[in-house]
Nanobody
Framework: QVQLVESGGDLVQPGGSLRLSCVAS????????MAWYRQAPGKERELIAE???????NYLASVKGRFTISRDDAKNTAYLQMNSLKPEDTAVYYC?????????WGKGTLVTVSS
């Protein structure tokens, strides 16, 4: 089993920045994909960014150039740097880890973008 704990969600004004963190613990395996998803009220959960253990990244088109995913494997932590935030970025952000064909989820952290 793998446990994921997100942090960093907050209320921020449009144009502001936040950095989310996700710490993994438990049965960690070196080959994995870390990802961030989000779910806005009334909408389906969507993948916004992912990073492989080799450092390859992929982004949702609407966040490309504004969000950056990174990882520090020494700390078993993934990050999501979010800049130029917009009201439509308001959502619960979930960390996810895929290893050995099993996907694990954190409980989510709320990001609210509002003036």
């Amino acid at each position: 089993q793998v446990q994921l704990v997100e942090s960093g969600g907050d209320l921020v004004q449009p144009g502001g920045s936040l950095r989310l963190s996700c710490v993994a613990s438990g049965s960690i395996f070196s080959i994995n994909i870390m990802a961030w998803y989000r779910q806005a009220p009334g909408k389906e959960r969507e993948l916004i960014a992912e990073i492989t253990s080799g450092g390859l990244t992929n982004y949702l088109a609407s966040v490309k150039g504004r969000f950056t995913i990174s990882r520090d494997d020494a700390k078993n932590t993934a990050y999501l740097q979010m800049n130029s935030l917009k009201p439509e970025d308001t959502a619960v952000y979930y960390c996810s880890r895929l290893q050995w064909g099993v996907r694990y989820w954190g409980k989510g952290t709320l990001v609210t973008v509002s003036s």
